[in-house]
Structure formats: C-alpha cells, structure tokens
C-alpha cells in the first residue's frame, strides 16, 4: 500500500505537527475547534524529505492523492480549480514543524489564467479585483516558482504608479490593472521564452515543486543556521482555498499577536489593511493601520476577532501569532503559530500564564531561553539630560541631533555605521565594524545582514513588517516605517531625514528603539537591568533546580541573576 502522503484539514490535529508541519497541524486544529479555516489540505514533511533526497523529484504516487484531494476539495467548494465561469482559487503555502517566518515560499491566487479572470470579476462582480489578483499572481509565480527577479516586475508596477500619479496599487483603476497583467506576461515571455502557464494543475504542480525545493534556498539556509534547526526536518506543503483581502472596501488582511510581542502587555498587537493580501501587510509595502482601529472600523468582525485570540490562547496556552483575512465583511482566519518575542515579553508572558493560571512555573521556566535572558539587557541611550535629549561625547555636553521617527517595532538602541544593503552590512559586520541595516524595506532574503547588524531601520512597514517580526526574534533593536511616520527619504547610498540632515553610507548613527527615533552619530549607550519577571522566573529556576537536584543550571549576567 501506498505511503500515505496528503492529508486533508478534517484529518489531521496538532499532535501530527512532525509530519504536516506546524502551519498544517494548527490550520488541522483549528478546523477541528470550529475555527473558520478556508479548508485545505497539507503534503506531509515526509514527502519533501523523499523529495529531495530524491533529486527534487516527486515520490511515486504524490501528484495521484494530491489529484484526489484536490478533487474533494472541489467537490466541497462546488467550484473547479481554474473554471472559466465561477474559479477555485488556491494558496500554495510552506510550513515547516519549526516556524521559520518569511524564509521559504508562498503563491497566492493559483488557478487563475486569461479566461478565469473574466469569470471571477463576473462571478464577484468586481472586475478590478480580479485583475488585481492576476498581477499578483503571475507576478508571484514568476517570482517563487520561475526564480525570475521580483525587481523586475515591481519596476513596471512603479513606473505605472508614476505614470498615473498615484502612490498605491489601490489607486491603479481597472484598466491600468488590465495593461499591467499584459506587460506581465510580455515580461515573463521574454525572461523564460515561453507563455505564462494557462494549464492549472501545470500551475499547481510547479509550485508545489518550488515550495519543497525552497527548504534548501540561501535564506532558509541562514536561518536554520543562525536559530539551530535541523536542516533534514523538511516542509510541508499547504494547498488552501483563497479568501480575498483585495475585494473591496469591506474585506481586508492583517497579522496580530494575542499579546505585545515586544513588551508582553496582554493587549491584542497587530495591523491590518483594508483592500489588500496578507503579503502587503508582511513585506511593508504599505505602512498598515493598528488592529485597535478594526475595532472602529469593523466594530462587530473586531468582537470576533478579540473571541478567536482569547479562545486560540487559551487553547494553545501561549501567545499566537496570527494571520486572518476578511473578504466582504465575513472572518477566516488563515494561521496561528506560536509568537515569536522579544526577551523581556518572554519573561512578562511567561510570568503572567502563571499568574493567570494557564500554565505551570516548570513551564514558564522552559520558555525562557538563555538568548531571552541575555535580550532583556537591552541597551539604551546613555542621556545626561533625557529631556534636552544631551548626551557626553569626549567630555563635552552636546545635544544629539534627530533625523527620523518611525515606530518602535523592536526594542533598545543601537549605534553602527550606515549600511544600504543586507550584504554590504553582513560583509561590513564581518570585518568587524558596528553596522545599521538601511533599507526600504527588508525580506527574507535578507536575513544575512539583519543578523549581522546592531540595528535595522526601514522607510516602509510597519509593526508586524518582516523586519519588526525578525528583529524581536533575535533581539536586534529596529525602527519601521520611518518615511511614513517622518521626512526620512532613502536616495542610492544616503538617507535624508527631517530639516534636510543626511546621513551617507559608512556614517555613524545611532537607533533609539524605544522612542524610534534615529540621531546622527555615535551617541553613547548603557545597558539595561533584567526585568523584575526576568528575575523572578530564574528564581523559579533556582528553586525548581534545588528541588529537583537537576535540570536547571542559572548563570550569572553583568552580577545579576
């Protein structure tokens, strides 16, 4: 009998996190708890393991069951993958039993080719919409599955924006969408020497074989690397209806946190994008709005939003991190993965589930790392006057000149010389300066140099950015959507901040990330204390330690435990 390789959302559940991944095995879970999931199914670990062991070549017996699952999918949805008159869309998305945020590849919208486009602006009534999520694809496929350079396509989509005088994708009318989804296809004709794939199951196939084979790409690489996972573990690959963020003024996407992942707060944390996919609010193309504004904007979709984090927390007994579309006023939640946080919201949500009754002080004890530990200490701007914000250099009182605020997506401060790109900053890193990560915005193929660096400060992007997510999983101090928020403009290999201040590449300057505030120069900075949570969970690591005779071992940092 046949490995068994597919599972559907109905079959699967957490503990089968090894084989689906955690993406698969929670999106399993939350089908389970009624959770409203765009149901799907997941291609298990195993199967990518086999798969490249076997030179990225499928094992036997794969495309049939994935055929067969994507048949009772249809079947579910009443609707045909690419159909002409009324399309079932697709997300192909990874998902590995470790979360690696960001590090391997997602295609959204599959199924779509020059005849269903006109079938789903029929069928939603919305024809921008549709080619809208035409651009997205091709652009996306072309991208992950073609590894043709994103640059290119984004280059046409800027010229476009400058053309019609307009800042956003949101502002391109229906007929400048339309032009864009030809220029596309001319683009991919001309990178590959062949048509944009009009075949579906060719369209599925291809991703799926792109995801699999992104496990092993340089950034996923550097990643397991940096956070000590095993590089054998594999991904799974989820294939799940899409639900439309971009249709219209009434549906959105966003990203949250059931708690502050930066400071611990019991406080819902997120952003959200009215007319937009869940890649927008990620990558920082558009600086998102705060999830507590749903709560103005869609006061009813807020009541069940807040309901989904409290009854996800409770049941996971952590924070999550979750991704959740809204397509015409009805909720889906896409995702809820374990939150990645900085140290001191480590050592406050450990403290407080214990508190609140929701999980042990073993517990507790375990979640805290010593990497956590050593993140409490954040550093900070040494102020003699805080208020005139003046500081000692070389024995004189000067007063630290400002050129940009952004928002505070990770905190501490950090001082380096300026660099523009995640491999000018990892290779200045490597020859031993103190650098600053400067970018429009960061991606995952830039997780080199965000590592390398003191500190990461971005023009676009907001608090759930790819770079705000990153930077408080390793502790690295970063400002995001500086240009949004202030006058700081990035032009080639310097940056201008407010009242015209420039800071080139190789300057000195110094990131207030608890203010996100960026100062011109090398200011000096002191480190912090551990924070009274801190202190108080390696106490229960030292008592648990005495009790037990062993299992813990608490070392001493800067004389303080």
């Given at each position: 009998?046949?490995?068994?390789?597919?599972?559907?959302?109905?079959?699967?559940?957490?503990?089968?996190?090894?084989?689906?991944?955690?993406?698969?095995?929670?999106?399993?879970?939350?089908?389970?708890?009624?959770?409203?999931?765009?149901?799907?199914?997941?291609?298990?670990?195993?199967?990518?393991?086999?798969?490249?062991?076997?030179?990225?070549?499928?094992?036997?017996?794969?495309?049939?069951?994935?055929?067969?699952?994507?048949?009772?999918?249809?079947?579910?949805?009443?609707?045909?993958?690419?159909?002409?008159?009324?399309?079932?869309?697709?997300?192909?998305?990874?998902?590995?039993?470790?979360?690696?945020?960001?590090?391997?590849?997602?295609?959204?919208?599959?199924?779509?080719?020059?005849?269903?486009?006109?079938?789903?602006?029929?069928?939603?009534?919305?024809?921008?919409?549709?080619?809208?999520?035409?651009?997205?694809?091709?652009?996306?496929?072309?991208?992950?599955?073609?590894?043709?350079?994103?640059?290119?396509?984004?280059?046409?989509?800027?010229?476009?924006?400058?053309?019609?005088?307009?800042?956003?994708?949101?502002?391109?009318?229906?007929?400048?969408?339309?032009?864009?989804?030809?220029?596309?296809?001319?683009?991919?004709?001309?990178?590959?020497?062949?048509?944009?794939?009009?075949?579906?199951?060719?369209?599925?196939?291809?991703?799926?074989?792109?995801?699999?084979?992104?496990?092993?790409?340089?950034?996923?690489?550097?990643?397991?690397?940096?956070?000590?996972?095993?590089?054998?573990?594999?991904?799974?690959?989820?294939?799940?209806?899409?639900?439309?963020?971009?249709?219209?003024?009434?549906?959105?996407?966003?990203?949250?946190?059931?708690?502050?992942?930066?400071?611990?707060?019991?406080?819902?944390?997120?952003?959200?994008l009215i007319q937009a996919q869940g890649e927008d609010v990620v990558a920082g193309i558009r600086t998102p709005t705060p999830i507590a504004q749903l709560k103005k904007d869609m006061p009813e979709l807020y009541k069940q939003f807040d309901a989904l984090c409290e009854k996800l927390e409770k049941h996971y007994k952590d924070v999550q991190d979750v991704e959740f579309t809204i397509q015409q006023g009805k909720f889906f939640m896409l995702q809820t993965r374990t939150g990645k946080r900085t140290g001191v919201a480590a050592a406050k949500i450990a403290y407080d589930l214990v508190k609140e009754g929701m999980i042990d002080k073993r517990t507790a004890v375990s979640r805290v790392t010593p990497r956590d530990v050593e993140n409490t200490l954040f550093p900070q701007i040494d102020w003699k006057n805080p208020k005139q914000k003046t500081v000692v250099i070389d024995g004189k009182e000067v007063k630290a000149v400002s050129f940009a605020k952004g928002l505070p997506a990770s905190p501490g401060a950090a001082a380096g010389i300026a660099m523009f790109s995640a491999d000018k900053a990892k290779a200045a890193a490597d020859e031993g300066n103190k650098v600053i990560l400067v970018s429009e915005e960061t991606t995952p193929e830039d997780f080199h140099g965000m590592a390398a660096s003191e500190g990461i400060i971005t023009a676009r992007g907001g608090m759930t950015s790819h770079a705000a997510v990153v930077s408080r999983q390793i502790g690295t101090t970063c400002i995001a959507g500086a240009s949004d928020v202030s006058d700081m403009h990035i032009f080639g290999l310097s940056l201008i901040g407010t009242n015209d201040i420039e800071v080139k590449e190789g300057e000195w300057m110094t990131l207030d990330g608890f203010e996100a505030v960026a100062y011109k120069g090398k200011l000096p900075l002191k480190q912090t204390d551990l924070s009274d949570q801190m202190q108080t969970i390696l106490k229960w690591a030292d008592e648990i330690a005495v009790k037990e005779g062993k299992g813990f071992h608490v070392r001493t940092v800067h004389g303080k435990r």
């Open positions: 009998m046949a490995k068994k390789y597919v599972y559907s959302f109905d079959e699967g559940k957490t503990e089968m996190k090894n084989l689906l991944g955690g993406k698969g095995a929670n999106l399993a879970e939350m089908t389970t708890l009624g959770v409203p999931v765009p149901p799907g199914f997941t291609i298990t670990t195993e199967n990518c393991i086999d798969y490249l062991a076997n030179n990225n070549t499928f094992p036997k017996g794969t495309m049939d069951q994935v055929k067969k699952a994507l048949e009772d999918l249809e079947a579910k949805m009443g609707k045909k993958l690419g159909d002409h008159t009324d399309p079932l869309l697709v997300s192909v998305r990874s998902g590995a039993r470790v979360s690696m945020p960001g590090m391997m590849d997602t295609v959204l919208n599959l199924g779509l080719n020059d005849m269903a486009v006109i079938g789903l602006a029929k069928i939603a009534e919305d024809e921008r919409f549709a080619y809208d999520s035409y651009r997205r694809f091709i652009m996306m496929f072309s991208d992950v599955v073609k590894y043709q350079e994103r640059k290119k396509f984004d280059e046409l989509l800027d010229k476009m924006k400058e053309e019609r005088g307009v800042k956003d994708d949101i502002d391109l009318s229906t007929a400048d969408l339309k032009e864009l989804v030809l220029k596309y296809k001319k683009l991919y004709k001309e990178l590959l020497g062949e048509e944009f794939p009009q075949d579906p199951m060719v369209q599925l196939e291809d991703s799926i074989h792109a995801v699999f084979s992104s496990w092993n790409n340089e950034r996923a690489i550097n990643y397991r690397n940096h956070e000590g996972i095993p590089h054998d573990y594999g991904t799974a690959v989820n294939v799940q209806v899409m639900v439309y963020g971009n249709l219209g003024q009434t549906s959105a996407t966003g990203v949250a946190f059931t708690r502050n992942p930066s400071d611990g707060k019991k406080e819902r944390f997120g952003e959200y």
